[in-house]
Nanobody, 120 residues
Framework: QVQLVESGGGLVQAGGSLRLSCAAS????????MGWYRQAPGKQRELVATITSGGSTNYADSVKGRFTISRDNAKNALYLLMNSLKPEDTAVYYCNADIVPFNGFRNDYWGQGTQVTVSS
């Protein structure tokens, strides 16, 4: 059973920083693209950033220059460093990964989400 577990959310003042982590566990053969998504109240889930297994990154325009996505392939871990946070960054942040398990087919996995709240 493959699982993604996020951590690192919390309450921060505008202009502050947070670092989110996501740990993938279970019978994992390979992890392809990993990413962070977020969903604010009353809005659709949106892409924040993605990173390939080779380290190529992609960011939403709204977070470029402020957020940095990274991963540790040896630890099956994903990170998101968020600087210069704004109240509009308030959302539940979800970890996503395209995973090939040892005993199954390639699938898209999601974590349970971690709340990030930025106060003005």
């Amino acid at each position: 059973q493959v699982q993604l577990v996020e951590s690192g959310g919390g309450l921060v003042q505008a202009g502050g920083s947070l670092r989110l982590s996501c740990a993938a566990s279970g019978s994992i053969f390979r992890i392809n693209v990993m990413g962070w998504y977020r969903q604010a109240p009353g809005k659709q889930r949106e892409l924040v950033a993605t990173i390939t297994s080779g380290g190529s990154t992609n960011y939403a325009d709204s977070v470029k220059g402020r957020f940095t996505i990274s991963r540790d392939n040896a630890k099956n871990a994903l990170y998101l460093l968020m600087n210069s946070l704004k109240p509009e960054d308030t959302a539940v942040y979800y970890c996503n990964a395209d995973i090939v398990p040892f005993n199954g087919f390639r699938n898209d996995y999601w974590g349970q989400g971690t709340q990030v709240t930025v106060s003005s």
